[in-house]
């Protein structure tokens, strides 16, 4: 009897640390998936968030790859152009790019890091990285004054409001390129392309002059207005 009651106290003392070891092994078995699914929920946020945050802002610029057909009228209305090039939400830089090789000095201003930094290597494998620029910056917050080629891949919500900035900033001397969308009061110059490759064509001097014109006679009003108040 004796022995059987050391036999198994011997049984349980044995028991015990390969239990002992288990537990830790499972406990260590859970921090390292925990860490893992962490991990993995931060590496889809950070690759997600660039493409999900503008969508969540006010006016939404999507990225919409320029087709080749685009990008062909867009080169085909600036052919006679030259000088400085600004792309307003330039995604994945082919426009940028290509003006680049047809000898502009090219800029991209786009939202999404990724895009930026991609735009970076296309161009350095391109052959253009000294003719290009890529920053990651919000159009509202940037002055476009020193371009004397715009080209806008825009959405109807914004163009209203683009045509104010522009007409403020830009050089009598620029031409601004509209693609998939026109600007709602400008006259175009001349347009290309159909369908969804369309590209309309606006000069500067013209749509400065309807900005002139319309602040004058938004003054013009006022000081009627004054006068009437003061009879």
Known sequence: MKTSVVSQQELFLD????EAKESRGRSRLGLIV???LGGSLV????VAAPFVAPALRKICLPFVP????QVENVLTVLRARSGTLADIGSGDGRIVIAAAKHGFQASG?????WLVWYSRYKA????VRCSTAFHISDLWKVSFAQYSNVVIFGVPQMMDQLELKLAKELPRTAKVVACRFPFPTWVPEHTAG????TVWVYDAKTFKS???QGMTRKTMQEQEDTSDIHT
């Open 124 to 127: 350095w494998r391109e052959g």
């Open 109 to 113: 201003f786009e939202l999404n890091p």
């Open 43 to 46: 590496a889809l946020y950070a």
């Open 66 to 69: 320029a087709t080749t057909a």
């Open 210 to 212: 309807q900005l002139q």
């Open 34 to 36: 925990t860490g893992l």
């Open 194 to 197: 159909e369908g969804i490759d």
């Open 15 to 18: 028991a015990a640390p390969s």
